[in-house]
């Protein structure tokens, strides 16, 4: 799947988005090194903190159905613009891989393509708790 195609799966998500609160609908699509897909948005709650974002939604997809090896996500949004993923997504995601492709795009499908530990350097992970 090229990196266009990763990133329109995001964009269709847009329509499953359930923002009442923020209006700022988000899509994400991830690929496996399998080549499996696992799409997501985001799903706000009246009790904010138990808002879930497309790109952890599109996680939690991939990890409990067994499948660990992510290798690219695609994030897309209401805005038009480029989007990332928020700090909690980026330290999610790092644990299974810092070398995970970020692609972000706007409304003319330019797209922007960035390796996550470029996005969050100098991450904590579990391999820092190995270290005690």
Do not use: H, W
């Not at 080549?35 to 997501?40: K, V």
């Not at 990332?84 to 891989?97: A, H, K």
């Amino acid at each position: 799947m090229t990196d266009l195609e990763l990133y329109q799966k995001a964009v269709e998500q847009l329509k499953n988005s359930y923002a009442p609160y923020s209006k700022f609908a988000v899509g994400a699509a991830l690929l496996t090194e399998e080549g499996n897909l696992y799409t997501g948005c985001n799903i706000e709650s009246a009790a904010y903190s138990a808002t879930i974002c497309a790109e952890r939604t599109a996680l939690v997809k991939s990890v409990s159905e067994g499948d660990l090896k992510i290798a690219s996500l695609a994030v897309a949004s209401s805005s038009g613009d480029f989007t990332f993923p928020c700090g909690i997504c980026r330290q999610m995601l790092v644990e299974f891989n810092p070398n995970l492709r970020i692609i972000v795009g706007n409304q003319q499908d330019q797209l922007k393509v960035f390796l996550l530990k470029e996005l969050l350097p100098e991450a904590f992970t579990a391999q820092e708790l190995d270290k005690n």
